[in-house]
């Protein structure tokens, strides 16, 4: 193994624009063979210094990429616009086998959301078998084609097409341009009928479902229960999970990325059992909070609001967010963890209400798990959640900036979460009168 490693000495404020254009270079080089892995990193006390680690398993195959595809990918990241100069040094690797660390996800990823990328790696699979199922890449292999193009071809509907097309950008096996999409040199290489190192049988051998029933199979074996969800216990296990991602530091990151100084009233639209409330709270004492949730949620959060501390300054009330209007007037509605999962209509519902419930110059904090727009990687999290609720919006920043404009709102701030469990930006914009 080799490792290439560049200290990129940055101009001046462009660090934010550097890391983008990395990310550009990280999905274009990740097909290439050999390739292993990148680490970013940085020093805290030199912001315009960057430290890149690129693993490959061979000076051949780092050689090879140099002169093949270095030059392409350089000019479409386009780096060499945010930098002074770059040292650049190439390491042997010592120990037979070492490569990159294991499970490392992107800057500022808790260790909790490390586990719940594990727990969602069968949708990838799944999004595999789909892909080959569909002839997907013999289909895009010969060039750019649309979303709209592909869905005519294939019988299907463009919306969930496009949660799939941005799964396999994701998985690194499809490049998205303006254009389009088409494979990666990956794809070409193993995913296209008649390629030398053709997989496509393998992976539908692999994902059978009755090799997924096989595994599961397992617990019986070792005395478990039959493994059968509970109708009356989903719910409450819901709010226990997205209690879970509060808790390992999402609620934190939240209350450092938001100035409510001066706001006296919030709406916590689907808030759960109340974790945001209570750290927002905790955070400004003049604050108080009404949770909007499922009627059955009322009785699992009442004891735990009673318990918190701050409890006087948060209630619950059953409420259906989906087409009830919103109490009000209120200084700031919160919106965290509910659009992405929501349909194109009734993101843009959600958002008129918003409106209309708040005082006037009003904001809305809109906090969610963002797929990158392009050119960037959209981020395999963000994009295998596309898979889960295939009818949803699951925008990017961008996209979700111009449809909370449309519903009457100023955006007066776009911000990547410094960490993240399971939500990653947060749109700040205010209601316009």
Known sequence: MVIKLIGVFLKPGHRDEFLAAQRVWNRETRAAPGYLGCLCSQEPNKPDVIYLQLFWRSRADLDDWM??????????????????????????????GAGPPCGVLPEGTLEAAVIQTWSEFYRASA??????????????????????????????????LQHLLL?????????????????TSLADRTLVPGAPAYQGDMVLHNTQPEYLERVFSL?????????????????????????????AGQADALVA?????????????GGATGPYAIALCRAYPDLRVVILDR????????????????????????????VSPFPGPVDVVLISNVLRGETPSATDDILRRAHAALTSGGRVLIVDLFPEGPPADPGLRAALFGLHVPDAANYSTSIMAQTVERAGFRIDRIERLRDTVVMNGLIDARRLD
């Open 127 to 160: 999004a595999l078998r789909i892909a080959v199922r569909l002839a997907l890449f013999d289909r895009l292999s010969g060039g750019y084609r649309t979303t709209d193009d592909l869905a005519r071809e294939i019988g299907g509907a463009p919306g969930p």
């Open 295 to 322: 009627p059955e949620t009322v009785p699992i959060a009442a004891p735990i609001l009673a318990s918190s501390g701050v409890g006087d300054r948060i209630t619950i009330e059953a409420h259906d967010y989906r």
């Open 219 to 247: 617990g019986d074996r070792l005395g478990l229960p039959p493994d059968r969800a509970d109708p009356g216990g989903f719910h409450a296990g819901f709010l226990r999970a997205m209690s879970n991602s509060a808790a």
């Open 257 to 269: 990325s938001v100035d409510l100084t001066g706001c006296t009233t919030l709406l916590d639209v």
């Open 167 to 183: 799964a396999l950008c994701a998985m690194g096996l499809l490049s998205r341009e303006p254009g389009g999409w088409r494979t």
């Open 67 to 96: 002169a093949t595809d270095h030059d392409r990918i350089a000019a479409l990241a386009g780096p060499d616009q945010h930098y002074d100069r770059l040292d650049v040094r190439i390491l042997e690797g010592l120990l037979p």
